[in-house]
């Protein structure tokens, strides 16, 4: 069981198909809303199930309705990697019929001590996907993440060829956005990083987004010939089919690094307030490619675990992060 955010869900999916590639007389049901599904679609011995938030499984009522829901998949344990009062009521259902349970750890105390102003401990915490194994460990499920295997890409609609075109380019994804500010890039230096990746002709730059987001997505690309808004023109379906076909994905510490990274797909990550210390960086990526703010001019980073404590004086923090620095990394990596 796993709900949200769409980052988290989709950090879910490395780990679950590991652990099928290797237990392959496992069979998962996963637990999570509707709009989730595409991401499990491909993953054989797995059975998606909607959470209806608000309607048939609203409320605690609700809860003990998803339980009964629940029994004719005959479920032998149950794995909370969500760790939530909704998914701990689930569990302890299970727990109470003699049930296996497990739950995600987390490390509350660890993230503290990681994004604390004073004392700070500034030393890298366990994965998120480190933390899902051992839950399945716990169930009798251990899972080695070492070599993963990653799904083919799948065949694109016409629709999504239409805007990429037939002639061959290096597909770069870029997502400007975060849930919170302090995980945003300046818009300004955004617009620079774009328009000098436009320069190379090798490359087509898709920009992706929310629909909410499509007007600063048009300023960013700025009516460049190689560079194209694809928020908001797809279905998630459609959208994940593109980002698996991607040379590389840019974007901050938010939900489209993961999904790029369920696909194998290199992504080069910014970090303003948050750190990849805390646990969140993209599957199976190096550390090099999280381009952090600086720590010199800026101590006290990290200063939040998801980005929604601001601290005076730090707002300019991912200016650090310099548009050569960027562009030389992307470069380097698509070469």
């Not at 009522?61 to 689930?90: C, E, M, T, W």
């Not at 251990?142 to 290096?170: C, H, M, R």
């Not at 790029?260 to 646990?279: D, K, M, N, R, S």
Request: aromatic share 10%; hydrophobic share 45%.
């Amino acid at each position: 069981m796993r709900l949200s955010a769409m980052g988290d869900v989709a950090m879910t999916v490395p780990v679950l198909r590991a652990l099928l590639q290797q237990h392959p007389d496992v069979k998962i049901t996963v637990i999570s809303r509707p709009f989730f599904q595409p991401l499990f679609q491909d993953i054989p011995n797995l059975v998606f199930f909607p959470f209806d938030a608000d309607g048939r499984h609203k409320g605690f009522l609700g809860l003990l309705q998803l339980y009964r829901d629940l029994k004719p998949f005959q479920i032998d344990a149950f794995a909370d990697l969500h760790n939530v009062l909704r998914s701990k009521i689930i569990r302890t259902f299970f727990l109470l019929s003699g049930k296996k349970v497990a739950f995600t750890d987390k490390a509350r105390a660890a993230k503290k001590a990681l994004t604390r102003l004073e004392n700070k401990t500034l030393n890298p915490l366990p994965t998120v996907f480190e933390r899902h194994a051992n839950v399945f460990k716990q169930l009798g499920f251990p899972i080695d993440l070492s070599k993963p295997t990653f799904p083919q890409k799948p065949k694109q609609d016409t629709a999504i060829l239409n805007i990429i075109g037939d002639e061959p380019k290096i597909l770069i994804g870029i997502a400007p956005f975060a849930q919170y500010d302090s995980k945003v890039y300046p818009l300004d230096l955004m617009k620079e990083v774009v328009s000098e990746l436009s320069k190379n002709k090798a490359y087509r730059l898709l920009l992706f987004g929310s629909k909410s987001e499509i007007k600063v997505l048009k300023e960013i690309s700025n009516n460049l010939d190689n560079a194209f808004v694809v928020a908001g023109k797809w279905s998630f379906t459609q959208e994940l089919q593109l980002i698996a076909h991607l040379n590389l994905m840019l974007s901050m510490d938010s939900g489209n690094a993961h999904l790029a990274a369920i696909y194998g797909v290199p992504a080069v990550t910014l970090w303003g307030a948050t750190h990849p210390f805390a646990g969140f960086s993209p599957f199976h990526q190096p550390i090099e490619n999280c381009l952090t703010s600086d720590r010199k001019q800026f101590p006290f980073l990290p200063t939040s675990v998801y980005g929604n404590k601001k601290v005076a004086g730090y707002e300019e923090a991912m200016r650090t992060i310099s548009v050569a620095s960027i562009l030389s990394k992307i470069n380097g990596i698509v070469k």
